[in-house]
């Protein structure tokens, strides 16, 4: 049986950031470029769009996967938390971004790009992730 596939190594990177309900409307129905240019979710897509190695499947550039999500969690007293209050479980409306880059994208600027974005994510300990995978790819 022929092979029709390779995979390719990657890093996957997965930001969870919290948006209002407007603009979760925006993200459920595709609407995404009418989101405000001065939401953190904005700000964030258009640091994966800027010239670095994130989303980089070579002849596509800025792949981001969002969906919409909730996270749930509950202050603790030395929190500064920008919603919710000590003791009380919180439901925040979220976007998840899943951005893949190449194993072999130049250290420094992947670290440059996470960077930027831990500056412009607007929780106290933001919820990202990252990880060593392969995507699967057309032989």
Not at 14 to 21: G, L, Q
Not at 28 to 35: E, H, P, Y
Not at 52 to 77: C, M, R, T
Request: glycine content about 4%; some cysteine; aromatic content about 6%.
């Amino acid at each position: 049986m022929q092979t029709h596939h390779t995979t390719r190594a990657v890093k996957a990177l997965k930001i969870y950031c919290p948006i209002d309900e407007e603009t979760m409307k925006l993200v459920v129905t595709g609407k995404v470029s009418s989101i405000d240019e001065d939401n953190s979710l904005s700000r964030i897509l258009n640091i994966i769009k800027a010239d670095n190695p994130l989303g980089d499947f070579g002849s596509y550039k800025s792949v981001v996967e969002l969906a919409p999500g909730l996270e749930i969690f509950s202050p603790q007293p030395d929190a500064q938390p920008t919603l919710g209050e000590y003791g009380t479980a919180t439901v925040s409306p979220t976007a998840i971004l899943t951005v893949y880059i190449p194993a072999d994208a130049p250290h420094a600027d992947v670290t440059h790009t996470i960077d930027l974005i831990l500056r412009e994510h607007p929780w106290e300990v933001p919820v990202i992730e990252i990880c060593d995978t392969f995507v699967v790819m057309r032989a």
